[in-house]
């Protein structure tokens, strides 16, 4: 009997030792502190996100300078690049574990010939009520309608650009085609302004604020704001595949995101009795822009660009870029959206 008790009584011990052994971490917490899979939701990450200097990178700009990433745990640092393109190029490949750019349709083709990133949020679109890129004819101009384009030049920056889309999707709904008009690709903004005011070409399509400059120095007309035409999802925030797998930094970057969006929009897009007025942080918004784009503030508040104020993706306007290119053979074949498209990670974000 005496014998027995024993046994149980080392048994006991050694079941005891264990159940201790299993309730501590490496630092001794006792089994009531958080487990480790909560202590990684805290865990340090330090990132690159490839942007140009652009005002629609704004809420990226607003989370690095007012701490919301790094309330996050993320070390977030920007990486500048003078092009869009490689953008998505160093996202796919992992060279930057965030990119903020134009969706084109040279993106899409890199997706199609195998190379993976996964979008996720808003950083830019087309909305009614708002000016971010438009249709323009030269001040003198006859012309008074898209309909009035056929057998003209419309001037744009690139075959395949999102200027090159904006272009076919309104000559469609006013019943042309790009087979109606002459499409002539100037490679840049500037090319597209002088092209203008020299009377190179009909009608461009330019954005913001470069419109209000246009409009401002008297050699162009607004025909039609692109957003009061169509809802288009222009330009998106992308990660690539390394950090896309990383769901609890993912989400964290994407709740510092949302809430950066949430600023922008309070201060530079809320509306009152349909017109735009001006937020408490105004003037902190665009000084923050002003510094990370090196442009003047006065040039800055010509026009900032219309985003979700969470920065929700237009998820459903992908699948349309993608059908339309592949219509237009501008990407060797249609790809899967849903598999370059993730909106769960930002949705519980938010919930968070």
């Known amino acids: ?12 011990l050694v079941l005891a030792l264990a159940l201790a052994g299993c309730g501590k971490t490496e630092g001794g917490s006792s089994a009531e502190q958080p487990q480790p899979e909560q202590g990684q939701a805290a865990e340090a990450v330090s990132l690159e996100i490839g942007m140009l200097k ?34 998505a190029v160093a996202t796919a490949a992992g060279s930057v574990d965030v990119g903020a750019t134009g969706i084109t349709a040279s993106l899409y083709n890199m997706v199609a010939g195998g190379q ?21 004819y030269p001040s003198d101009s006859p012309l008074k309608s898209i309909e009035e384009l056929k057998g003209k030049k419309l001037g744009i920056t690139q075959t395949g650009s999102t200027y090159h889309y904006m272009a076919g999707k309104l000559l469609e709904k006013h019943g042309l085609t790009l087979q109606d008009i002459e499409l ?21 399509l330019l954005n913001e604020p470069n419109i209000s400059t ?3 120095e008297g050699y162009g007309k607004v025909i039609a704001q692109v957003g009061d035409e169509m809802e288009y999802q222009t330009s998106g925030i992308f990660f690539s595949p390394k950090f896309a797998e990383n769901k609890d930094a993912a989400q964290r970057f994407l709740k510092a995101y949302a809430k950066a969006t949430q600023y922008y929009y309070d201060a ?13 942080n105004y003037d902190e918004v665009v000084n923050i822009i002003a510094k990370y784009t090196d442009q003047e503030a006065d040039m800055i508040k010509k026009g900032m660009p219309y985003m979700d104020r969470d920065g929700k993706l237009l998820e459903s306007d992908i699948k349309t870029q993608v059908e ?29």
């Open 54 to 87: 652009l005002t629609s990178s704004a809420p990226l700009f607003i989370g690095i300078e007012k701490g919301f990433f790094q309330e996050e745990g993320i070390d977030a640092k920007a990486k500048w690049f003078d092009a869009a393109q490689p953008i």
């Open 116 to 136: 993976k990133l996964v979008i996720v949020a808003d950083k830019g679109r087309e909305q009614a009520g708002y000016s971010s890129s438009a249709l323009l």
């Open 1 to 12: 009997m005496k014998k027995s008790v024993k046994l149980a009584l080392s048994s006991f």
């Open 324 to 352: 339309w290119y592949a219509k237009e053979k501008l990407i060797d074949k249609v790809i899967d959206t849903s598999e370059i498209v993730n909106t769960k990670l930002l949705e519980d974000a938010l919930k968070n």
């Open 214 to 216: 246009v409009v401002e």
């Open 184 to 204: 002539i690709p100037l490679n840049n903004i500037k090319g597209l302004m002088e092209a203008l005011k020299s009377k190179q070409v009909d009608a461009v």
């Open 268 to 280: 530079v897009l809320n509306k009152v009795d349909g017109k735009i007025v001006p937020g408490e």
